[in-house]
C-alpha cells in the first residue's frame, strides 16, 4: 500500500512539474516579395546572446564557425545559417538604439551573409532532390521579418546612416525576390 501511494505521488509530482511544449505557429504570407504590411510578421526572432563589442564576442564567432564547419547535409546547414542570419538581425535590432552604426552595419553584413548562404544550401539541396519546401518556407518569412527590421531601421537613421540602411534593406528585398523563386520550384 506505501509503495503505491508513493508510485502515486512521484506520477503527481512529474506531471505538475513537467510542461508540455507547442509548437510555433509560422503565418506565411502570399506574396513575399511585396513590401512588409504595416502589421507585424508573425516571426519571432531568437535571442542573440553576446553581442558585438562584448569582450568573449571571439567565443561566440569561434564555436559557430565550428558549428559551421561540421553540418555538412545542406538542409542543416541552410536552417544553421538561417539561424546565424536571425540572430545576427536580432543584435542589429539590439544595437540600434546605442546609434553605434559601424558595429551595426558590420553585424547587418554578417545576417545578409548567412542569409545568403542559407539560400544556396537550399538551392543545393534542391539540386541533390531533398525536400526543401520547409527551408524555403522558412526563408520567406524570414525574409518578412527581416525587411520588417530593415524598415524600421531605415526610419530611426538620419543622415548619410539612411542612406546606408536603404541600399541594405534593398539587398532583402532582392533576397525576398531570390526565395520566391526557390518556393515556385
Request: no cysteine; aromatic share 8%; glycine share 4%.
Amino acid at each position: 500500500m506505501k509503495i503505491k501511494t508513493i508510485f502515486i505521488l512521484v506520477i503527481l509530482f512529474f506531471t505538475l512539474i513537467v510542461r508540455v511544449a507547442s509548437a510555433q505557429e509560422v503565418v506565411i504570407s502570399p506574396s513575399p516579395t511585396d513590401t512588409p504590411t504595416p502589421t507585424p510578421v508573425q516571426y519571432a526572432l531568437p535571442y542573440p546572446g553576446i553581442l558585438p563589442g562584448h569582450p568573449f564576442y571571439f567565443l561566440k564567432t569561434l564555436r559557430d564557425n565550428v558549428m559551421d564547419f561540421l553540418i555538412s547535409n545542406p538542409l542543416k546547414k541552410g536552417e544553421f545559417d538561417l539561424l546565424q542570419a536571425d540572430k545576427n538581425m536580432a543584435a542589429v535590432q539590439a544595437l540600434a538604439p546605442t546609434k553605434n552604426n559601424p558595429v551595426v552595419l558590420e553585424t547587418l553584413g554578417k545576417a545578409e551573409d548567412y542569409f545568403a548562404k542559407a539560400i544556396l544550401k537550399a538551392q543545393e539541396a534542391n539540386k541533390q532532390g531533398l525536400d526543401m519546401s520547409d527551408l524555403v518556407a522558412r526563408l520567406s518569412v524570414a525574409n518578412l521579418k527581416h525587411q520588417e527590421v530593415m524598415k524600421d531601421l531605415v526610419k530611426s537613421a538620419q543622415g548619410d546612416d539612411k542612406q546606408k540602411f536603404s541600399s541594405e534593406a534593398e539587398k532583402f528585398t532582392k533576397f525576398g525576390q531570390t526565395v520566391a523563386k526557390l518556393r515556385n520550384k
